[in-house]
């Protein structure tokens, strides 16, 4: 993590958040979703930005809800993996819905997502529940949440 920095994302950032998103394997969010969201009041995105390259590295988005939040968007450029940027910027976001008084984080993963899950293992999120083919391929995700407060 030396010289990542992390920031609010904005549009700025948006063609570099897809460039990382159009490499996963299992692509979540469209150029246009992460447009609507960076414009949204109601979503928060943050960025890791390579202080070096002034490059996006990775990136977390959530939408706000009443009492709690939804991760909707976590990832790591492939080559800045294990360097722990995604548990940077979740514990960025988990101190920015702290302090708006959110008091509890949501997130679906995919029961095949093993460093996904693994991440938020280390980070006391748990698996509340399962959602039976709940994705495209019909594979089923995990519920997993962290209470803030
Ligand atoms: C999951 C992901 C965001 C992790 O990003 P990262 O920046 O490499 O994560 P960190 O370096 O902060 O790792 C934190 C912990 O996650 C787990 N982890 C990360 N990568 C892992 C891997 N390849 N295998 C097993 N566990 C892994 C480990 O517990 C790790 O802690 P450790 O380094 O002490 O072992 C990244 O692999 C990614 O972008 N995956 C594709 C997108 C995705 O699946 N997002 C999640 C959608 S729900």
Same mark, same amino acid.
């Given at each position: 993590m030396n010289n990542i920095s992390i920031t609010k994302a904005d549009v700025s950032h948006l063609n570099q958040i897809e460039a990382i998103e159009k !490499? *996963?394997?299992?692509? #979540? *969010? /469209?150029y246009d979703s992460i447009k609507k969201d960076l414009e949204n009041e109601n979503t928060y995105y943050l960025v890791a930005i %390579?202080? !070096? !390259? #002034? @490059?996006?590295v990775g990136y977390i988005g959530c939408e706000l809800l009443v009492e709690h939040a939804d991760i909707t968007a976590v990832a790591t450029d492939k080559d800045y993996l294990k360097q722990g940027i995604a548990s940077s910027l979740l514990k960025a976001l988990e101190q920015h819905l702290q302090e708006k008084q959110i008091e509890s984080i949501f997130l679906e993963v995919r029961t095949s997502n093993i460093p996904a899950i693994n991440l938020y293992t280390k980070l #006391? =999120? /748990? @698996?509340i529940s399962t959602r039976a083919k =709940?994705? %495209? #391929? *019909?594979e089923d995700a995990n519920i997993m949440k962290k209470d803030l407060i």
């Amino acid at each position: 993590m030396n010289n990542i920095s992390i920031t609010k994302a904005d549009v700025s950032h948006l063609n570099q958040i897809e460039a990382i998103e159009k !490499t *996963l394997e299992h692509r #979540n *969010l /469209s150029y246009d979703s992460i447009k609507k969201d960076l414009e949204n009041e109601n979503t928060y995105y943050l960025v890791a930005i %390579d202080n !070096t !390259t #002034n @490059k996006v590295v990775g990136y977390i988005g959530c939408e706000l809800l009443v009492e709690h939040a939804d991760i909707t968007a976590v990832a790591t450029d492939k080559d800045y993996l294990k360097q722990g940027i995604a548990s940077s910027l979740l514990k960025a976001l988990e101190q920015h819905l702290q302090e708006k008084q959110i008091e509890s984080i949501f997130l679906e993963v995919r029961t095949s997502n093993i460093p996904a899950i693994n991440l938020y293992t280390k980070l #006391n =999120y /748990s @698996k509340i529940s399962t959602r039976a083919k =709940y994705y %495209d #391929n *019909l594979e089923d995700a995990n519920i997993m949440k962290k209470d803030l407060i």
